[in-house]
């Protein structure tokens, strides 16, 4: 089959490196892609909210099924643009893509069919929500209801950070329109723990859990990231509670959705708090996480071609998924300034060292310059390292970020620490 991802970032590269193992793949494009992707796939450098101009690639160049990577095009409705023209497409329909689309829809959701989530109110008027916010006590959330590159999630530790972070939402609008409506939202304490899942309608096959770090600093200090690593599995949390988290919330949510006519097909991610009170939704997301993505694909024994197919055909619930015990770690090499403003064009050294010491190097934010590869990113690399365990995988994954470097990169340093406390 001719396959096309969607996307340009580290999740994409992982997808088309999954992909690009199956025998029944025969070509791999990727629009836009990176300077990684474009080692494995053809690249088309087209934008993936021009989805006339992609379906016009995709039929000029016979392409056989297309996988959507990121969020923006989801909830934007690029599956149902794909579909009109009766082209294969893997993720969620416009209307299944509001679970992550709007944080409000989720969070009403969630509280209609009693599913476990954190208390919360919602506000359209500012005056309104800074009201609310002041009867409130620290610490406490603040969410922008759309799409924000990770970024429309403010975790306050004092109500005058809070009062700044609506401010900036709903009258800088720093989000855009994303901050139009926000989410304030009761904090949780315990644990993080993300849960992807393949999803068609009520069939949910769920993937091996992981964790990931989201501030930008050691020791979760520092703002809010798209992510600054990974690892999968999670020995120091019981698999009950995994379990729970399926059974309770990702099982119950896809049947939700099902309910009010807005079935799901695609990849639904869960991001999780473990309470002391039980697991609680602390969001959902309509396609596979980044950096999640990167070390649960490597783990995955199962031909993801054939997940996906199985999807589309309605056969899902009929197909075993298998997994590999090995254990997987990602760091993030990000670029100097992250996640606020950062330069782009400085090149990247020491890519095919870390590749020879057995890594994974998954190109985020890439691209190809006169003949060399530079960052283009805040999120510039993946750095995967595989083992028999975590602690062999997170020495490996260090091991190769050693060796890669360019001006102004820093990584996170304690990724995966508490697996082996």
Known sequence: ?????IGGGGREHAIVWALSKSEKVK??????????????????????????????YTKDNAIDLVFVGPD?????????????????VYGP???????????????????????????????TDYEAALAYLREQSAPIVVKADGLAAG?????????????KALHDMMVD???????????????????????????????????????????????DKGPNTGGM???????????????????????????????????????????????????????FNARMGDPETQVVLPRLKTDLLDIVLASLNGRLDQLEIEWSDEAAVCVIAASEGYPAAYPKGRAITGLEAAKAQGALV?????????????????????????????????????EAVSAVHFEGMHARTDIAAKALR
Do not use: W
């Open 229 to 283: 690593g990974t690892y999968s599995p999670l020995p120091h949390i019981d698999p009950a509670l995994v379990e729970d988290a399926i059974e309770n919330i990702i099982k119950p949510t896809a049947k939700a959705m099902v309910s009010e006519g807005r079935p799901f097909r695609g990849v639904l991610f869960a991001g999780l708090m473990i309470t002391s009170s039980g697991v609680k939704t602390i969001e």
């Open 173 to 219: 609008k720093v989000f855009g329109q994303s901050g139009g409506s926000v989410v304030i939202e009761e904090f949780l304490q315990g644990q993080e723990m993300s849960i992807l899942a393949f999803v068609d309608g009520e069939t949910v096959r769920a993937m091996v859990p992981a964790q990931d770090h989201k501030p930008v600093f050691d020791d």
């Open 72 to 88: 923006d095009p989801l909830a934007d409705g690029i599956v149902d643009a794909f579909e009109a023209h009766n082209i294969p």
């Open 151 to 163: 970024k429309g999630v403010t975790v306050a530790y004092s109500i005058e950070e809070a009062e």
């Open 362 to 398: 998954f190109h985020a934010g890439t691209a190809l310059t006169d003949g060399e590869i530079v960052t283009s990113g805040g999120r510039v690399l993946g750095i995967v390292g595989l083992g028999r365990d975590i602690a062999e995988a997170r020495a490996r994954a260090y």
């Open 27 to 56: 070509q791999i494009f990727c629009a836009p892609g990176n300077a990684g992707i474009a080692e494995l796939a053809e690249c088309a450098p087209i934008p993936v909210n021009q989805f006339d101009d992609l379906i016009t």
């Open 93 to 123: 329909r416009k209307n299944a893509a509001e679970i992550e689309g709007s944080k409000i829809f989720m969070k009403d959701l969630l509280r209609k069919y009693n599913i476990p989530t954190a208390k919360y109110e919602t506000f």
């Open 1 to 5: 089959m001719r396959v096309l991802v």
